[in-house]
């Protein structure tokens, strides 16, 4: 049996036409209907974002993730909270960068493996600011700078919680 877990979907700017295919992914994943509470992105005029707090099953943000990368016009954030037996999960999505993804600990941070790690150092063949930007793209820095104004608008939304039926 698979450990139960939570996390959110970040749904940062979605076109119009967009939003009830969004739902319908969410939902599908989910096992119950969803709808969003929308609001518009001040980011983007013409864009919409919403929240969506969920709990399942560990692993469950990867399906997420992998439903809501097939719309291409999608700025999003998935993420999934560590359990005893799992570490938990970051997605993030831009139409110029395509998908990120990393595992995170018990206080959020991401982690990088050591392999990843000691590639990088090899990489960067001594030349700090090779290895700095090697880190940086171990952390999805880039998904980070892309992302960051539209997670503003996050503050004053609230957030509904669902729960996976089954």
């Not at 929308?38 to 099953?57: C, F, H, K, N, V």
């Not at 997605?91 to 998908?99: K, Q």
């Amino acid at each position: 049996m698979s450990a139960k877990t939570g996390g959110v979907v970040f749904i940062h700017a979605a076109p119009a036409a967009l939003r009830p295919h969004v739902e319908w992914a969410i939902g599908s994943c989910l096992g119950t209907p969803v709808r969003l509470s929308w609001s518009e992105q001040p980011a983007q005029p013409g864009r919409w974002r919403a929240e969506l707090t969920w709990r399942g099953p560990a692993g469950l943000s990867a399906r997420l993730a992998s439903l809501l990368n097939r719309f291409p016009d999608l700025l999003f954030e998935v993420t999934e909270d560590p359990t005893v037996r799992s570490e938990g999960q970051r997605y993030s999505r831009t139409p110029d960068l395509g998908l990120f993804s990393s595992s995170t600990g018990p206080n959020g941070d991401l982690v990088v493996g050591e392999e990843r790690l000691r590639q990088a150092v090899q990489d960067s063949q001594g030349r700090p600011e090779a290895l700095i930007q090697a880190i940086a793209d171990l952390l999805g820095q880039a998904w980070d700078d892309e992302l960051e104004p539209y997670r503003q608008g996050s503050v004053a939304v609230a957030t509904p919680w669902l729960r996976r039926v089954g």
